[in-house]
């Protein structure tokens, strides 16, 4: 899938620039604060014909924590075509602000 990968580089080095969003999520299960970033540029997914209102562009990420279990946390990112987010859906877990994530990181 390439997902685990992707997590994995995350966490050993943390590019910031504008052409990135991060993505800071709250395991329901273990409660571990989990954190990664989308490339804008890279990683939308055109949306087709279907969709809601203006959604032009989607993103789909799988985060799985690094301690203490390895339920999967299914993030859905729903984007403007001007690549701002306008919807999110999160699954086995909730979101949480960069300051929670960073506070724990
Ligand atoms: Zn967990």
């Known amino acids: 899938m390439g ?6 580089s995350f ?3 943390t ?4 052409e990135t969003l991060g ?4 395991c329901d299960k273990c409660g571990e604060a ?3 970033r989308i ?4 990683d939308l997914s055109p949306i087709y014909g279907e969709g ?5 562009y989607l993103v789909r990420k799988t985060l799985v924590g690094s301690k203490r279990c ?12 001007e690549r701002r987010v306008i919807a999110r859906e999160i699954t086995g877990g909730q979101f949480i602000t960069e300051e929670e994530y960073g506070a724990e990181a």
């Open 52 to 56: 809601e209102q203006g959604a032009a």
């Open 23 to 26: 993505i800071y999520v709250r």
């Open 70 to 81: 390895f339920q999967p946390v299914e993030v859905k990112l729903t984007f403007d075509a």
């Open 11 to 13: 966490l050993s080095s």
């Open 15 to 18: 590019p910031r620039d504008l």
């Open 3 to 8: 997902l685990f990968k992707k997590v994995a």
């Open 34 to 36: 989990i954190g990664t």
């Open 39 to 42: 490339h804008l540029r890279h």
